[in-house]
């Protein structure tokens, strides 16, 4: 059984500060890793995408993957309160092999 | 362009019903899937196609059956619903080896089960 672990949170940040959101992953065959942003009521839509170790920013969103502890984590900088959503990390491996996702964390950022 | 386009956004159904679950995408993506998101969950996979007269079992298939008979849709039938079939259900496609924009979701079809 693959199996992605996020912590449920909820994670309260101040705005402007830097939220970390972590999430660990059982399978080493995983080759490719997103992070999704799911506000209540909607569906998830994708907001990084990484699949080589180290860092890949984009704006105020940064994924850090570290393949050899199975590790993936996203920073959210200078967290505004429409940030405020559940992050899922989901994990894939090669080929056709659909998406696997983790319970999800929930991001509350305070003005 | 309407992306992925889920029938209908709300229901509820008696125990022992049958209803199927409408999703067609205009992409021309080759793979489908269905997930289902229990409150406070993540998203766990129900069934998935990867082309038209193909499907294959997720991680909770059962209680659930899909067919794929275009490329365009990929309707999911519930059949003697239960009340541990309570949940949000999402169907979102993708194109193969275009990983970097992930997958399109629909806007979900809220099932209860009473």
């Known amino acids: 059984q693959k199996e992605v672990e996020q912590n449920s949170g909820p994670l309260s940040v101040p705005e402007g500060a830097i939220a970390s959101l972590n999430c660990t992953y059982s399978?080493?065959?995983?080759?490719?890793f997103f992070w999704y942003r799911q506000y209540s009521g909607k569906s998830p839509e994708l907001i990084m995408f990484?699949?080589?170790?180290g860092d890949k920013e984009d704006g105020r969103f940064t994924a850090q993957l570290n393949k050899a502890s199975q590790y993936v984590s996203l920073l959210i900088r200078d967290s505004q309160p429409s940030d405020s959503a559940t992050y899922l990390c989901?994990?894939?491996?090669?080929?056709?092999?659909?998406?696997?996702f983790g319970k999800g964390t929930r991001l509350s950022v305070i003005a | 362009n309407a992306g992925v386009t889920q029938t209908p956004k709300f229901r509820i159904l008696k125990i022992g019903q049958s209803m199927t679950l409408q999703c067609t995408q205009d992409?021309?993506?080759?793979?489908m899937y269905w997930y289902r998101q229990d409150p406070g969950m993540g998203l766990k996979l129900i069934y998935y196609?990867?082309?038209?007269?193909?499907?294959d079992k997720g991680e909770v298939p059962n209680g659930y059956n899909v067919s794929r008979s275009t490329t365009e849709d990929f309707p999911l039938r519930l059949e003697l619903a239960a009340p541990s079939q309570t949940s949000v259900y999402f169907c979102?496609?993708?194109?193969?080896?275009?990983?970097?924009?992930?997958?399109?979701f629909g806007s979900g079809t809220r099932l209860t089960v009473v």
């Open positions: 399978d080493r065959g995983s080759q490719s």
């Open positions: 992409m021309n993506h080759n793979y």
């Open positions: 196609s990867v082309g038209a007269g193909i499907t």
């Open positions: 979102a496609s993708s194109y193969p080896g275009q990983e970097v924009y992930g997958y399109t």
């Open positions: 990484i699949y080589s170790n």
């Open positions: 989901a994990v894939k491996n090669s080929g056709n092999t659909p998406l696997v």
